[in-house]
């Protein structure tokens, strides 16, 4: 599965992680907001998605798809 193909909010999530942001960050950030552990969650269900271990393979999965997307769009 590719980051193209993750739920809208699952894309909202890892767009906020590959910016950096903390889990708490990011679920202030969500509208509506959701708690710190909904954000774990989130988490967990994309790495299995994706095949990924952690959050720095989550970030450069969905960084190379960006790339990607934009190569494919020139």
């Known amino acids: 599965m590719t980051p193209s193909s993750l739920s809208p909010r699952q894309q ?3 767009h906020l992680l590959a910016e950096g942001f903390q889990n708490i960050e990011i679920a202030d950030r969500l509208q509506p907001p959701i708690t710190e552990g909904g954000v774990k969650q989130h988490l967990h269900r994309i ?3 994706l095949g990924v271990n ?4 989550a970030v450069l999965k969905f960084k190379a798809q960006s790339y990607s997307d934009c ?3 020139n």
Request: overall charge negative; charged content about 45%; hydrophobic content about 30%.
């Open 12 to 14: 909202e999530i890892l």
């Open 54 to 57: 952690n959050r720095v393979e």
């Open 71 to 73: 190569d494919d769009s």
């Open 47 to 49: 790495y299995k998605l």
